[in-house]
């Protein structure tokens, strides 16, 4: 199968080398794929004023490997067809020679079948673990690494007895509650609930039902967008924030705003970065971040933050490998590390080791109450 | 003879003109499609490859809703069906071969579904409009849901990955050669269908089922037939699709996508096979151009659809074509050398026809009220009744436009009380509608075509040329008899006027040489020389038939002209029977037409 | 009855009435007119937006009500107008378009106010305690909204003379214009009616749901299972078909898990359309 794989993209590298170029002298080109459209949408324009703020800094310095970056962005939001058509003319069509990605796992999947191995390819956002392609380098949070200090942590603070898992059902949904019953029953408490909901879902009366019902003092909440803004205002609304806690890890600053800071008693968010951590690295770049888009920038949220951090592993491991072609990307990527505003990250088996962050909410937004420092991601990739 | 010689070659360069002219779509097509990686790029055919593959699940969607008048919402789920079965087989086939041949049933399989799901849903319901749109519709939302669910099956919301194209040909290059061959195929298929008979009768369906049905064609069956082609298609684009992107979503099976399938059939064309499959292409990478350099395209292309859907509704196409409004269907089929028309297969003998005390209330009114008579042999039979009588009523009941709620019908000794038009049509029986109802769209000649056919046309013949130019004596009669139709055999029957039209349906009533006809007014809104001659036409088409006729008719002076019996109804039930000179004396008669009795 | 089940019963009520609440406009504008408004859970979603602009610009939230029925009935009178009265004979055409007003409809949203999750407060949305249990006052007071706007507009069809003259209408038009009914008038204001509905229900509904540019695609989905099952043009077919729609999806739901109560509603109004396609209740 694998030599079979070789001779394919050998054959296709071949025939796509007959396809016209663009290449100016002195840039590096790199495809920036974040969703402009569909349900991720929202997530467009923060993503892309850091993708942009990120190339704008790296080109300050002296540029990746000495050449000053040529942002090319693409629509992820789209179906994974339509999202492999525009990444490819931005790879084989513009000459991008990089791709940062941050989207969901259904476009990573046609991206990572497309690319085979041929151009690096940074995937930035939380996901649910597990893509060890070759030419892939994952930065984001994984459920082991959200969930393996901070459950713990939650079990000695607030001494939850029963926990309820309720998430979306696709496969981010069921990766992080499998994970974190493991280190719910490893804290000696119980796991009363373990429920999946599909995206459509608008009315979550019956599921908050059983939550109370089950006697549940803690909730992780493994919804996505929407579902996870509609759960959580009804969920206040029922008056259970003051009965249970909820942990969730996929809550950022949109999320929050549409749940709204009087829904979010006793919410807290395990995540990699928050626009309020106060680190010194990262209120360097949120004031960097509001100096150059002004007071009417798009809100900063973990996810586009990601985008950021992509660019700063690229640029980590361009300097370790000194060259941008994907082997010796590969032969470099492992031990690859940097300081950017989540603190400081290093690339271990495709992954990174990074700050997680536990934030609990206030009038004022997300407040980090903990900080673990330099969390496995938990992941076995071979390299 | 050297004159005919001539005659004969100048049809049958006709006729290859007229090949010729049904293909050219196809081959403009063809010719565009080689050059484009010539003259772009293996990039740019990589890129048109994906919507050349949705241009073909398109044109399934224009031929369902431009050809046969019924809107199918949710095309994705055969689509997606196509291109999840198909990535099992081309992932099978890596390994193995042999499995190649499994991508035919992964082909056939979601058009037998639709076959299936098409039969069941239009054997109930002639009304195939909005409310099969709903159902299609909610499908493909379940399909989906399944799609998502079932992730052992289908790989779940990340899709069925890893799928390589068919052995011997390379996705970004040789595939696209695939790709193009298939739609340039498809066009061509469809293009050649449209002008064979079962085209005609495609365009007949969706402008007047009714009139379908009364000729005995099984409506449900010949619609279901070509939502099962336009599955296939579907499945088809789908396959195909599966292998030049490698990868299968739920996306592939969404209400989403159904309806960007409608949107380029409704922009393209949809009544133009080729105007479909570039409406899907021309849109769809236009967005996707479009998409990179402006935020808002999708109000463009909103804006676009509701200026297609109300002011163009034959999209693009509509525009280049020199087509009349009138001409639905290509009317050179006039070209087709004639020849003589099978049998026609209706029954010999007149059936015998008995009402048993039929009833028939609707909303509290009491249409029929306990209506037994009965009529064996040939002969007009003339009905008469002052209005609400139930006439019209005893018709409708008898050809399953109105349900019965009490008695039995007998027809050749068959029951037939609720069986649709189309079962009574072809025990032999004829009806001519008292507004008359013909296809308005299509020609006069393939008007009467159409009426040929009925009971004559069989599986296969359908898809052959030869049907356009079916001649039988009776037909040659009907044109000396009605001169007025042999001139305007090109017209659009939807511009005669009413005389005229009356006597096109007539004559379509009587070409399926039925031996039982029911005649509601045939000679509303004619002249008295126009009537005159009308039923002069009926008694000369009912002896040369042999047939049985129920004549419902207000004119005394022409039922006394008829010399036959005479049936009166009066409030849903029949009140005297017998020749016209006796129920003019009959007391009961008197007092109902005078109106002394209610 | 012990908390648990008051729960449950409240919380099934507040479905129904959510439900029924949001098919009210289309089962006026499809019910009654027959057409196919694809952009109804549009007018839902316009609604919402009125209270998330009305927050914004610091007014008191009731001017949302007075807001959206003056958007609403704006849109809708040019919808009507241009859009669906060229458009009555061919009920396709109408579908597609506007099913177009609704990809409008939600692109200009989008433009105004982003893509993203918008938030309403609303006081009333804490528990307050009912029996054994809490329930958020807000949701009881919907209910009681729902219920007395039902009702509201079942006197005005069955007791006023305009109503008297839709139904005229609604039976047969030819007849009613020969009386003199200005059909073409009706019709409009029948649609401006409609879609106001529709504005109110999404008005109501903001502080209890997530408001972002798409949610009107299930508003729209769910109206027509709603209206194909109970039957068009009733008050019963309405009641008949919340009732068995949202019944159905809550308990599959509650049994099998959300997924398989959604897939229960395709399934059931599958088969109504094919077994039943005018409902249990309908007017013909």
Same mark, same amino acid.
């Given at each position: 199968?694998?030599?079979?794989?070789?001779?394919?993209?050998?054959?296709?590298?071949?025939?796509?080398?007959?396809?016209?170029?663009?290449?100016?002298?002195?840039?590096?080109?790199?495809?920036?794929?974040?969703?402009?459209?569909?349900?991720?949408?929202?997530?467009?324009?923060?993503a892309?004023?850091?993708?942009?703020?990120?190339?704008?800094?790296?080109?300050?310095?002296?540029?990746?490997?000495?050449?000053?970056?040529?942002?090319?962005?693409?629509?992820?939001?789209?179906a994974?067809?339509?999202?492999?058509?525009?990444?490819?003319?931005?790879?084989?069509?513009?000459?991008?020679?990089?791709?940062?990605?941050?989207?969901?796992?259904?476009?990573?999947?046609?991206?990572?079948?497309?690319f085979?191995?041929?151009?690096?390819?940074?995937?930035?956002?939380?996901?649910?673990?597990?893509?060890?392609?070759?030419?892939t380098?994952?930065?984001?949070?994984?459920?082991?690494?959200?969930?393996?200090?901070?459950?713990?942590?939650?079990?000695?603070?607030?001494?939850?007895?029963?926990?309820?898992?309720?998430?979306?059902?696709?496969?981010?949904?069921?990766?992080?509650?499998?994970?974190?019953?493991?280190?719910?029953?490893?804290?000696?408490?119980?796991?009363?609930?373990?429920?999946?909901?599909?995206?459509?879902?608008?009315?979550?009366?019956?599921?908050? $039902?059983?939550?109370?019902? +089950?006697?549940?003092? #803690?909730v *992780?909440?493994?919804l996505?967008? !929407? @579902? %996870?803004?509609?759960?959580?205002?009804?969920f206040?609304?029922?008056?259970?924030a003051?009965?249970?806690?909820?942990?969730?890890?996929?809550?950022?600053?949109?999320?929050?705003?549409?749940?709204?800071?009087?829904?979010?008693?006793?919410?807290?968010s395990?995540?990699?970065?928050?626009?309020?951590?106060?680190?010194?690295?990262?209120?360097?770049?949120?004031?960097?971040y509001?100096?150059?888009?002004?007071?009417?920038?798009?809100?900063?949220?973990?996810?586009?933050?990601?985008?950021?951090?992509?660019?700063?592993?690229?640029?980590?491991? $361009?300097?370790?490998?000194? +060259?941008?072609?994907? #082997?010796? *990307?590969?032969?470099?990527?492992? !031990? @690859? %590390?940097?300081n950017?505003?989540?603190?400081?990250?290093?690339?271990?088996?495709?992954?990174?080791?990074?700050?997680?962050?536990?934030?609990?909410?206030?009038?004022?937004?997300?407040?980090?109450?903990?900080?673990?420092?330099?969390v496995?991601?938990?992941?076995?990739?071979?390299? | 003879?050297?004159?005919?010689l001539v005659?004969?070659?100048?049809?049958?360069?006709?006729?290859?003109?007229?090949?010729?002219?049904?293909?050219?779509?196809?081959?403009?097509?063809?010719?565009?499609?080689?050059?484009?990686?010539?003259?772009?790029?293996d990039?740019?055919?990589?890129?048109?490859?994906?919507?050349?593959?949705?241009?073909?699940?398109?044109?399934?969607?224009?031929?369902?809703?431009?050809?046969?008048?019924?809107?199918?919402?949710?095309?994705?789920?055969?689509?997606?069906?196509?291109?999840?079965?198909?990535?099992?087989?081309?992932?099978?086939?890596?390994?193995?071969?042999?499995w190649?041949?499994?991508?035919?049933?992964?082909?056939?399989?979601?058009?037998?579904?639709?076959?299936?799901?098409?039969?069941?849903?239009?054997?109930?319901?002639?009304?195939?409009?909005?409310?099969?749109?709903?159902?299609?519709?909610?499908?493909?939302?379940?399909?989906?849901?399944?799609?998502?669910?079932?992730?052992?099956?289908?790989?779940?919301?990340?899709?069925?990955?890893?799928?390589?194209?068919?052995?011997?040909?390379?996705?970004?290059?040789?595939?696209?050669?695939?790709?193009?061959?298939?739609?340039?195929?498809?066009?061509?298929?469809?293009?050649?269908?449209?002008?064979?008979?079962?085209?005609?009768?495609?365009?007949?369906?969706?402008?007047?089922?009714?009139?379908?049905?009364?000729?005995?064609?099984?409506?449900?069956?010949?619609?279901?037939?070509?939502?099962?082609?336009?599955?296939?298609?579907?499945?088809?684009?789908?396959?195909?699709?599966?292998?030049?992107?490698?990868?299968?979503?739920?996306?592939?099976?969404?209400?989403?996508?159904?309806?960007?399938?409608?949107?380029w059939?409704?922009?393209?064309?949809?009544?133009?096979?080729?105007?479909?499959?570039?409406?899907?292409?021309?849109?769809?990478?236009?967005?996707?151009?479009?998409?990179?350099?402006?935020?808002?395209?999708?109000?463009?292309?909103?804006?676009?659809?509701?200026?297609?859907?109300?002011?163009?509704?034959?999209?693009?196409?509509?525009?280049?074509?020199?087509?009349?409004?009138?001409?639905?269907?290509?009317?050179?089929?006039?070209?087709?050398?004639?020849?003589?028309?099978?049998?026609?297969?209706?029954?010999?003998?007149?059936?015998?026809?008995e009402f048993?005390?039929?009833?028939?209330?609707?909303?509290?009114?009491?249409?029929l009220?306990?209506?037994?008579?009965?009529?064996?042999?040939?002969?007009?039979?003339?009905?008469?009744?002052?209005?609400?009588?139930?006439?019209?009523?005893?018709?409708?009941?008898?050809?399953?436009?109105?349900?019965?709620?009490?008695?039995?019908?007998?027809?050749?000794?068959?029951?037939?009380?609720?069986?649709?038009?189309?079962?009574?049509?072809?025990?032999?029986?004829?009806?001519?509608?008292?507004?008359?109802?013909?296809?308005?769209?299509?020609?006069?000649?393939?008007?009467?075509?159409?009426?040929?056919?009925?009971?004559?046309?069989?599986?296969?013949?359908?898809?052959?040329?030869?049907?356009?130019?079916?001649?039988?004596?009776?037909?040659?009669?009907?044109?000396?008899?009605f001169?007025?139709?042999?001139?305007?055999?090109?017209?659009?029957?939807?511009?005669?006027?009413?005389?005229?039209?009356?006597?096109?349906?007539?004559?379509?009533?009587?070409?399926?040489?039925?031996?039982l006809?029911?005649?509601?007014?045939?000679?509303?809104?004619?002249?008295?020389?126009?009537?005159?001659?009308?039923?002069?036409?009926?008694?000369?088409?009912?002896?040369?038939?042999?047939?049985?006729?129920?004549?419902?008719?207000?004119?005394?002076?022409?039922?006394?002209?008829?010399?036959?019996?005479?049936?009166?109804?009066?409030?849903?039930?029949?009140?005297?029977?017998?020749?016209?000179?006796?129920?003019?004396?009959?007391?009961?008669?008197?007092?109902?037409?005078?109106?002394?009795?209610? | 009855?012990?908390?648990?089940?008051?729960?449950?019963?409240?919380?099934?009520?507040?479905?129904?009435?959510?439900?029924?609440?949001?098919?009210?406009?289309?089962?006026?504008?499809?019910?009654?007119?027959?057409?196919?408004?694809?952009?109804?859970?549009?007018?839902?979603?316009?609604?919402?937006?009125?209270?998330?602009?009305?927050q914004?610009?610091?007014l008191?939230?009731?001017?949302?009500?007075?807001?959206?029925?003056?958007?609403?009935?704006?849109?809708?009178?040019?919808?009507?107008?241009?859009?669906?009265?060229?458009?009555?004979?061919?009920?396709f055409?109408?579908?597609?378009?506007?099913?177009?007003?609704?990809?409008?409809?939600?692109?200009?949203v989008?433009?105004?106010?982003?893509?993203?999750?918008?938030?309403?407060?609303?006081?009333?949305?804490?528990?307050?305690?009912?029996?054994?249990?809490?329930?958020p006052?807000?949701?009881?007071?919907?209910?009681?909204?729902?219920?007395?706007?039902?009702?509201?507009?079942?006197?005005?069809?069955?007791?006023?003379?305009?109503?008297?003259?839709?139904?005229?209408?609604?039976?047969?038009?030819?007849?009613?214009?020969?009386?003199?009914?200005?059909?073409?008038?009706?019709?409009?204001?029948?649609?401006?009616?409609?879609?106001?509905?529709?504005?109110?229900?999404?008005?109501?509904?903001?502080?209890?749901?997530?408001?972002?540019?798409?949610?009107?695609?299930?508003?729209?989905?769910?109206?027509?299972?709603?209206?194909?099952?109970?039957?068009?043009?009733?008050?019963?077919?309405?009641?008949?078909?919340?009732?068995?729609?949202?019944?159905?999806?809550?308990?599959?739901?509650?049994?099998?898990?959300?997924?398989?109560?959604?897939?229960?509603?395709?399934?059931?109004?599958?088969?109504?359309?094919?077994?039943?396609?005018?409902?249990?209740?309908?007017?013909?």
């Open positions: 199968m694998d030599r079979r794989l070789l001779i394919q993209s050998a054959a296709a590298a071949a025939t796509l080398g007959a396809w016209p170029l663009a290449r100016a002298a002195g840039t590096t080109k790199v495809a920036v794929m974040i969703p402009q459209s569909g349900p991720a949408g929202l997530f467009g324009p923060s892309k004023a850091c993708a942009e703020l990120a190339a704008e800094t790296i080109n300050a310095r002296g540029g990746l490997l000495g050449q000053k970056i040529e942002l090319l962005f693409g629509d992820a939001g789209l994974p067809a339509e999202a492999s058509q525009a990444v490819l003319k931005l790879w084989k069509g513009s000459g991008a020679t990089a791709v940062i990605g941050m989207h969901d796992s259904a476009v990573r999947g046609a991206l990572v079948g497309l085979k191995g041929q151009v690096p390819y940074f995937y930035t956002p939380v996901y649910e673990g597990g893509e060890c392609a070759k030419g380098y994952v930065n984001g949070e994984t459920p082991q690494q959200q969930l393996q200090p901070v459950i713990p942590w939650i079990a000695s603070e607030r001494k939850p007895k029963k926990w309820y898992m309720i998430g979306n059902d696709y496969i981010w949904g069921r990766n992080t509650n499998a994970a974190a019953k493991g280190y719910i029953e490893k804290t000696g408490a119980q796991v009363v609930g373990d429920e999946y909901l599909p995206f459509t879902v608008d009315n979550f009366d019956a599921s908050l $039902a059983r939550i109370r019902d +089950s006697g549940a003092d #803690a *992780l909440v493994s996505v967008g !929407g @579902a %996870s803004v509609g759960f959580n205002k009804a206040a609304s029922f008056g259970l003051d009965k249970a806690l909820r942990l969730g890890t996929l809550i950022e600053e949109n999320t929050l705003a549409g749940i709204g800071a009087a829904n979010a008693k006793n919410l807290y395990s995540a990699g970065y928050f626009a309020n951590v106060t680190t010194p690295a990262a209120t360097a770049f949120a004031s960097a509001a100096k150059r888009f002004g007071p009417q920038a798009p809100a900063l949220n973990g996810l586009a933050e990601s985008a950021y951090e992509g660019f700063l592993m690229m640029e980590a491991i $361009a300097k370790k490998a000194g +060259s941008l072609s994907a #082997a010796k *990307l590969d032969a470099a990527c492992e !031990g @690859a %590390s940097y950017g505003p989540r603190g400081a990250v290093t690339m271990k088996a495709r992954h990174v080791e990074q700050d997680v962050y536990v934030a609990d909410v206030t009038d004022k937004g997300f407040r980090v109450v903990k900080t673990f420092s330099r496995s991601s938990g992941q076995t990739c071979k390299v | 003879m050297a004159s005919s005659a004969d070659r100048a049809a049958a360069a006709g006729e290859r003109r007229l090949r010729g002219r049904s293909l050219w779509p196809a081959a403009a097509l063809a010719a565009a499609l080689i050059a484009l990686p010539i003259l772009g790029n990039f740019l055919a990589y890129q048109v490859a994906l919507f050349l593959v949705y241009g073909i699940a398109t044109q399934g969607v224009a031929l369902c809703w431009g050809r046969l008048g019924f809107l199918p919402l949710g095309h994705g789920l055969f689509f997606g069906l196509g291109a999840y079965l198909a990535g099992d087989v081309l992932k099978a086939s890596a390994e193995q071969p042999a190649l041949l499994g991508l035919l049933p992964a082909v056939l399989l979601p058009a037998l579904l639709a076959w299936v799901v098409a039969r069941l849903l239009f054997a109930r319901s002639l009304r195939s409009g909005p409310y099969f749109s709903l159902i299609t519709l909610a499908m493909t939302m379940l399909g989906f849901l399944a799609a998502q669910q079932w992730s052992g099956l289908t790989g779940g919301f990340n899709g069925m990955g890893n799928i390589p194209e068919p052995s011997g040909l390379e996705r970004f290059t040789t595939l696209y050669w695939l790709i193009a061959a298939v739609a340039v195929g498809t066009t061509a298929l469809l293009g050649t269908l449209i002008r064979r008979p079962i085209g005609t009768l495609w365009s007949a369906i969706a402008q007047n089922e009714d009139r379908m049905q009364l000729f005995g064609y099984a409506t449900d069956k010949l619609k279901a037939d070509a939502y099962g082609l336009s599955a296939l298609l579907a499945a088809l684009a789908g396959a195909l699709f599966a292998a030049h992107q490698g990868i299968v979503t739920p996306q592939a099976m969404s209400f989403v996508l159904s309806t960007e399938f409608v949107i059939a409704a922009v393209g064309g949809k009544a133009s096979p080729l105007g479909a499959l570039l409406g899907a292409v021309l849109v769809g990478y236009a967005s996707s151009e479009l998409r990179d350099h402006f935020a808002s395209w999708e109000i463009f292309i909103g804006l676009l659809f509701i200026a297609v859907v109300r002011f163009l509704p034959e999209g693009l196409a509509g525009l280049s074509a020199r087509r009349s409004r009138g001409q639905a269907v290509p009317a050179s089929n006039a070209l087709v050398e004639a020849t003589t028309a099978p049998p026609a297969r209706a029954p010999k003998q007149v059936p015998g026809l048993n005390d039929v009833r028939c209330t609707r909303g509290g009114v009491r249409i009220g306990g209506l037994s008579f009965s009529l064996q042999g040939p002969g007009i039979r003339a009905v008469i009744g002052p209005n609400g009588a139930g006439k019209t009523s005893a018709f409708n009941v008898m050809t399953g436009r109105l349900p019965a709620t009490g008695g039995r019908i007998r027809l050749a000794d068959q029951d037939i009380t609720g069986w649709p038009a189309w079962r009574v049509a072809r025990l032999g029986v004829g009806r001519k509608m008292q507004v008359p109802s013909v296809f308005p769209e299509l020609t006069v000649r393939q008007n009467l075509s159409v009426a040929v056919w009925a009971g004559r046309l069989h599986g296969l013949a359908a898809l052959q040329r030869a049907p356009h130019g079916w001649q039988t004596s009776l037909r040659g009669e009907m044109m000396e008899w001169p007025e139709l042999s001139q305007s055999l090109d017209s659009p029957a939807g511009q005669l006027s009413q005389g005229h039209r009356q006597a096109l349906e007539f004559a379509m009533t009587v070409l399926p040489e039925p031996h006809l029911l005649l509601d007014e045939p000679c509303a809104g004619l002249s008295p020389a126009e009537t005159h001659r009308m039923i002069d036409v009926i008694q000369r088409a009912v002896q040369r038939l042999g047939a049985g006729a129920l004549l419902i008719e207000h004119d005394l002076a022409a039922v006394a002209a008829l010399r036959g019996d005479v049936y009166v109804f009066h409030q849903g039930h029949l009140l005297a029977q017998g020749p016209l000179q006796n129920l003019q004396s009959d007391p009961a008669v008197r007092e109902v037409y005078a109106g002394a009795r209610k | 009855m012990d908390g648990g089940t008051l729960l449950h019963g409240l919380n099934l009520i507040y479905e129904l009435a959510t439900l029924a609440l949001t098919t009210l406009g289309l089962a006026v504008v499809f019910g009654l007119l027959g057409v196919m408004n694809m952009a109804h859970g549009e007018f839902v979603m316009l609604g919402a937006y009125s209270v998330v602009a009305v914004q610009w610091g008191p939230t009731l001017v949302a009500f007075p807001l959206a029925i003056v958007v609403c009935s704006a849109l809708g009178w040019v919808v009507e107008r241009w859009l669906i009265r060229p458009l009555y004979a061919r009920p055409d109408t579908l597609l378009a506007t099913w177009a007003l609704a990809m409008l409809m939600r692109k200009v989008e433009a105004i106010w982003g893509k993203g999750f918008r938030n309403v407060e609303d006081a009333l949305t804490v528990a307050m305690p009912i029996g054994n249990t809490a329930y006052a807000y949701r009881l007071g919907l209910i009681a909204l729902a219920v007395v706007l039902i009702g509201a507009l079942f006197l005005w069809y069955r007791r006023t003379n305009t109503g008297l003259r839709v139904r005229a209408m609604v039976g047969n038009p030819t007849l009613a214009q020969a009386l003199g009914i200005d059909t073409r008038k009706l019709a409009s204001r029948t649609f401006i009616v409609g879609v106001v509905l529709a504005g109110v229900s999404g008005v109501m509904l903001a502080p209890l749901i997530r408001i972002e540019p798409n949610i009107g695609v299930d508003y729209l989905l769910d109206a027509f299972f709603v209206l194909v099952v109970g039957g068009l043009g009733t008050l019963a077919g309405l009641a008949g078909g919340v009732g068995i729609i949202g019944g159905a999806q809550a308990l599959v739901s509650s049994m099998a898990g959300q997924t398989n109560g959604y897939a229960t509603v395709l399934i059931i109004s599958i088969l109504f359309l094919w077994l039943r396609p005018d409902g249990i209740f309908s007017r013909r």
